[in-house]
């Protein structure tokens, strides 16, 4: 399995992650490859199981009406993505998983925002597939995008 700690690239910022993950997902919408900068790749994990170590150094950024993101404001690494009040998934945060510092072991189970999804992109595997439309049924939001 991957590791159990994790953290930006300056290492202001540390997390440690209650039991490792075994799973990831990638999501194609406009905002994630936007604050990536490419594959925005998440291990969804529950908000109680992470704890932080320089959470002083993480800026916030709130993307949606819904939602922010946290990045370290000294390396500027994106770290986090989770939503906000306390509808569905509110007890869940989805960690960039190149913030982790072992990836080996998780696999990619899930494709999200597919409709978004560039043509460049093809991944290997018989990997579930949600569009936009299903996520925001799965997840109650009217939103245009995560």
Not at 40 to 66: C, I, K, Q
């Amino acid at each position: 399995m991957g590791s159990t700690a994790g953290g930006c690239l300056c290492g202001a910022v540390r997390y440690t992650l209650a039991r490792a993950p075994a799973e990831m997902d990638v999501c194609h919408c406009g905002m994630c490859r936007k604050h990536t900068g490419g594959l925005a790749l998440g291990l969804m994990v529950p908000r109680d199981e992470v704890t932080w170590e320089g959470f002083e150094h993480v800026g916030l950024f709130r993307s949606s009406d819904w939602a922010e993101r946290g990045f370290c404001r000294t390396c500027g690494s994106g770290l986090f993505y989770r939503t906000l009040g306390d509808g569905p998934g509110s007890d869940m945060i989805s960690l960039g998983a190149g913030s982790l510092d072992d990836l080996d072991g998780v696999r990619l189970t899930t494709e999200i925002f597919v409709d978004f999804q560039p043509d460049g992109y093809a991944f290997a595997g018989d990997l579930k597939r949600m569009t936009q439309a299903e996520v925001e049924a799965a997840f109650g939001s009217e939103e245009d995008s995560a």
